[in-house]
């Protein structure tokens, strides 16, 4: 029985592999031609991986990019890095913590006050937790760095990106949106059970979140000038997994030459924040710089309009703090 066992998951493991080496070769790389000269644009968590390498674009095609990061050590060494291979030196770091509402709003407020304009925003900051953390605000860690946060922040500066139009909002998800199990009326629930764990059911809830957010939002937005889409970037090796226990640590990375590179993994945002050929293209999901299936449930108009009023409640957003 054991060795019966012990063989499905070999040939498991093995096709999971072959899988991921393909996906891998057959990322599909942005071309587009567009210049940025003049343009605003802020990138979250863009110190590592995929938000370095949608930074650096951005800077590379002209653009005043805003490094908005937790860490001002590893974002200043961010911005000497992206200053040095674009040669562009309008390149700022913002510090802000998704863990903590009031850094959302005095980030916001900041931005709203020093910028002119804001012509793309890509919310890419995200974290994998394998323990339920809670944050000051007392919400769990994980929904909040990686939906509450990013929903807030973004009404709050919907104003100035607005007056920049035409303007993008890209919202990173994750493909394992579709195996989410979300209830409205306890959005805030963490699941500590071991097979939610190892399925990051969590996880999943809050990328489902994110693609309802958008979906939500772009119909709000409809004819403002402003698109908001969201992207599934892959597999990719980034510092995401960096607060999952050391065990599952080490399976991330004896799989990580399997995944894209942070590089690899910026593609389709890079593409859907830039490409002329969907410029009017708004309220979809892109993986491989293209539209995808989105996941059965985020479909749901219902359900989207529901997570909007209830992390509205929980991030205690007020309606004089943002206009639609």
């Given amino acids: 029985m054991w060795e019966y066992l012990i063989y499905v998951c070999f040939i498991a493991t093995l096709g999971s592999c072959v899988i991921l080496r393909l996906l891998k070769l057959n990322t599909k790389w942005d071309r587009s031609p567009t210049c940025l000269v003049g343009k605003t644009t802020i990138v979250t968590g863009a110190n590592s991986g995929i938000g370095f390498y949608t930074a650096q674009e951005f800077a590379k095609r002209g653009a005043r990019v805003i490094l908005a990061c937790r860490n001002i ?25 998704f863990a903590s509402l009031k850094s ?8 709203n006050g020093s910028e002119e304009r804001l ?5 890419n900051a995200g974290v994998i ?32 990106i607005k007056k920049s139009k035409p303007s993008r909002i890209v919202n990173i998800t994750s493909a394992s949106a579709k195996y989410a199990r979300i209830n ?79 590089e690899e993994g910026a593609q389709t945002s890079i593409y859907v924040a830039l490409s002329k050929e969907i410029e009017y293209v708004t309220g979809e999901y892109f993986s491989n ?33 943002y206009s639609l």
């Fill in 73 to 97: 050590t590893r974002a200043e060494e961010a911005k000497i890095k992206i200053v040095e291979a674009t040669k562009n030196n309008n390149v700022h770091v913002r510090i802000v913590d």
């Fill in 289 to 321: 710089c293209d539209i995808a299936i989105l996941p059965c449930t985020a479909n749901d108009a219902m359900l989207a309009k529901s997570v909007w009023n209830r992390s509205a409640e929980l991030v205690k957003l007020r309606e004089n703090e």
């Fill in 184 to 262: 409205v009326n306890d959005l805030n629930f963490y699941s500590d059970s071991l097979i939610s764990k190892i399925t990051l059911l969590n996880y999943a809830n809050t990328k489902l979140c994110n693609i309802l957010f958008t979906n939500e939002l772009s119909r709000r937005l409809r004819g403002s000038g402003v698109t908001v889409n969201s992207v599934h970037p892959g597999i990719v090796h980034t510092g995401i997994a960096r607060h999952l226990n050391a065990t599952a640590q080490q399976v991330y990375e004896c799989f990580k030459y399997l995944f894209k590179t942070g």
């Fill in 119 to 123: 012509d793309i925003l890509v919310n």
């Fill in 129 to 160: 937790i394998s323990k339920n953390e809670t944050t000051v605000d007392g919400l769990s860690k994980s929904m909040q760095v990686n939906h509450f946060g990013p929903f807030l922040l973004t009404l709050l500066l919907i104003e100035l």
């Fill in 104 to 111: 959302i709003r005095e980030f916001a407020k900041g931005i």
